[in-house]
């Protein structure tokens, strides 16, 4: 039997792709790159996921917000800290729980560039 081709990365969003090194371990591999394991915990306090849901949840129905509102204003222009809001993101766009959108269009999860917007599914 072949495993699951694919897994979304718990860190970054991203899917990636089975590996023959990981066949013995394809069950437990949950990371996409070493970065990504050695990150885990610091994106798991800022908790961004929950952040992004509240403010979508707390707008009209069909509107959309852009990941830097997540953000304080001090941090806004932190790229690191706006690529952390992407990853949370992704994350939930994997999900089925928010839609990501450049020019009121979807995009793929995993391979946008550039300016987005943040929706809320329903």
Known sequence: MRPTLSKICLVCGRSFEYRKKWEKVWDEVLYCSDACRRNKSKEAKLDYE?????ILKSKPKHSSICPSEVLDSNDKTNKYKM???RRAARRLAHTGQITITQKRKAVDPDSFKGPIRLTLNN
């Open 50 to 54: 929950n952040t992004i849901l509240s």
């Open 83 to 85: 690529e952390l809001v």
